[in-house]
């Protein structure tokens, strides 16, 4: 258990809403993002991929690819004879370049290097594929079924029972009490099963990098990524090379939201360098994009929940089967722990599992898992609390978790916001806002763990006073303004007096990938404890300047000064005249801060929307959207807001439009936006955001990471919007409008 | 292969090039003339991240091929600051933070500029409709039309 960090103060910087350092960069058209780096001599590379959802791979020819004008490498796996350390990167590597079998349409089977676009891809035209087109299947339920096509042997793990096809890697199971007796007390059992469409994460910048590696087996990458130094430890597995003789380097990214927290390009661009000798810069295409990286579990997933009449849950159960695509991953499992998070329930059993299918490997998408969970849990509470003519809100509150509570994964809960979401939620006037017809109000809730990790932060005094902090995890969203902020907090200097930078791998130590929220807490917090490293440093300086103890020092308000009476009458020393002379004092002053951070305090969000079904067409218009999420504390309101913001319309698109659509053949039938459609401008209104803000007991200034809870509310509140508004229980996502139709008329 | 000599007007400036007969004008943009601020989000005109203006017109860079810029005037990203004096959307989609990762930020400012040309009070409803083509994952749209709002009052107020 993290120790208790958080220390009430008035704040002067953090909650303010400042100008981000790179923002002239992007609004100019300077940033560089992963596609916008060149090299001299500089390759380009590009990716055969399967045109087959499953298929043996009986050979590759590509020597008539290699003799053609421009081309100076081709790469098949058998270019990557290093066997990775471990299983997860196994996997990787499979994923980035396929082994014996092409496990989905989009699966990489070769490579090129070439001097100009035209020339590498026609020389992808000349590598000759002998494919055997293998029996597939991209339906979680039926993946499941003895006797269905199987992708992989001998990795099922020992939880799965008997009667299941080797596509069920693993089952796991969560909750307490005794669901059978809960069950037995309840006035009122409502059952249902949903099932939600595979999403993409959407990000605007496809995958990017440029690659530059020599027969000295030292290398350099400059990609968009999540977290620059996974990549360097994955390359360097699946490469064979010691992780130091690479170096990594993030680009800005355009996006990510948990889709760029592993590699595709990255493995192939350093071979194919290694093996041209030359630097080769790889960019996806947006098909490629939908057809090979992101993508989310579909689900299939049956909730029960039993209530009393005056509306106490007495017990509930759920089965998440998810699909991950073609390799293990835990998703399942996070949507049975997440799903029931928000209650606090006397019987619980919740049950996850973990299918593979001809599909791509799944990534993270915002919460990964949980959004489809809450989908089916929060719409069987809907209907429960309709069952029983209690207002929807008011029966969350009855069964909300709250500080205490034993949570549905097991823990028990510290201070949590749960209920002032809620709360807020009812005394907004957005709750009791008349509906017109065909209109309906729904809301919902959602939980995300938030995550801490493998932290690294280094800051140094600058001769003129002022700061530079080094981070290493890649912003995504404005974290290098919110870095400075607290910096500048701690130090007691104006936030223009301090830069943030994201260090390269060779820069900085080891840090954990930009996801699970993380960001803002976790780097925060060493920023602040990298800025006290300084200031003790700063502290002892001026007191042996003064001639008098460290511990006699005080600091406050940017300076250093004599704690007391009794300390000696001197004036203060400024961060300024501190730098200017420590040169003389002892040598340069730096601090910094590492750690594997805890504490990073659950987060939960209660949203509200009202819908219009058209009952002709099944069209589905968002007519109002409110968002109540804890913070903790909003370093930068603005982007806190943003978070909220686009969390929520993400969560509109998976509700209403997008969806991963297979054909018989098992081939994506709308890899592009045209026809995998993410919501526009003119789709929406504004999303207001309400920032509540209980502090996180793990961070100094109480944060708490906003960037993923923000998805989790949003299917089920729409669902639960659209279900009253159309009058019929919606239970499969996307809520396009034939579906939505099909259910009026059938109602 | 044999290429084809363009000679065009770039932010201002005369440039000339040669380019493959199916490069498109982003390709060019990017790839010869380090103008990388347009982005490519999909190359089929479905995301609106490189658009640019071509003799006052906004379209997708990805749909205009290179050759066809011959004798016109094209304005990037790049050409919409004054110096270093920023355009008022660009100072404003910092201050109000209409935009996280950023990297729809080129066409939407391109786009949005080229709207406030025409329409120097447009509705909300109208900001929406005209930036539909533009694709934006991150912020959820709302502060990105309040920028614009917001830049069109005060445009109007300091006129
Ligand atoms: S890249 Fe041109 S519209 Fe997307
Ligand atoms: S700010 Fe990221 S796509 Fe718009």
Redesign the pocket.
Known sequence: MAKDEFEKREFKVVGTRVARPDGLDKVTGRARYGADMSAPGMLVGYCLRSPHAHARIKSIDTSEAEAMAGVKAVITRADFTNVPASDGTRDILDNVMANDKALYDGHTVAAVAATSRSAAKAALKAIKVDYEVLPHVTDVDAAMLPGAPELHQGRQQESVPEGFSQNVLARSQYGHGDVDAGFAQADVIIERSFKTAATHQGY?EPHACLATMGNDNQGDLFCCTQGHYMVRNTCADILGMESGRLRVTASEI??GFGGKTTVFLEPVALMLSKKSGKPVKMTMSRDEVMRASGPTASTSIDIKIGTTRDGVITAATGEFRYQSGCFYAMNGALGAMCGFAPYDLENLKSVGWEVTTNRPKAAAYRAPGAPMAAFAVESVVDEVAKEIGMDPIDFRLKNAADEGTKSAYGPTYPAIGLRATLEAAKAHPHWSAPLGKNQGRGVGCGFWFNFGGDTCVSLMLNPDGTVSLSEGNPDIGGSRASMSMMAAEELGVPYENVRTIVADTASLGQNEVTDGSRVTFAVGLATIKAARHAIEIMKARAAATWGIDAEAVEWVDGAAQPAGPNAGKFPPLTVKEIAATMSNTGGPIAGHFEANAEGAGVSFGTHICDTEVDPETGAVKILRYTVFQDAGKAVHPDYVEGQLQGGAVQGIGWALNEEYIYGEDGTLQNAGYLDYRIPVASDLPMIEPVILEIPNPGHPYGVRGVGETGIVPPLATIANAVSRAAGVRMTSLPMSPPKVLAAIKAN | MSRIHVTTTVNGDAVDYLCEADDTLLDVLRDQLDLTGSKEGCASGDCGACTVELDGRLVCSCLVLGAEAEGRTVETIEGMANGDVLHPLQKNFIEKAA???????PGILVAAKNLLDHTPDPSEEEVRYWLAGNL????GYDKIIRAVLDTAAEMRGAA
């Open positions: 605007i355009g996006g | 935009l996280q990762c950023g990297v729809c930020t934006c994952r991150c912020t």
